[in-house]
């Protein structure tokens, strides 16, 4: 009989065996399981909590470019004013003084052919 009952014996710890590793596979996969679910509310919450924040900042980006498209288009007035009124004022300079302009024009026109003759020279020597 001792021979008939170790078989029995190791049939039955071989069985407990297999149903502890069958509860420890259970019982880890519960615990991923859970695991899982909470990580996937935590990246549900999160991107939740993201969203309001991305269209802020969307927005605050939104109207920034338009702010800035507003202060270059007013920038660009005001130049386009001022080579105005300097174009206006050099026709009236011209207007009342005639001979004077065309002998200015004449001595920048001859400074400037000086300059150019003068950078000719030091390139031709290089």
Known sequence: MITNSIPGQTNALTDQAAQSADHAIKSTQQLANGAFD???GTVKDIRDQAAPMVNRAT??????ATR??????????????????????????IKDEPVKSILIAAA??????????????????D
């Open 38 to 40: 909470s990580l996937s």
């Open 59 to 64: 927005e605050k980006a939104s109207e920034l």
């Open 68 to 93: 800035s498209a507003d202060a270059v288009r007013e920038s660009s007035r005001q130049l386009r004013e001022r080579a105005t009124q300097a174009s206006d004022a050099t026709v009236n300079y």
């Open 108 to 125: 920048t026109g001859a400074a400037l052919m000086g300059l150019v003759s003068l950078m000719g020279r030091s390139r031709s020597g």
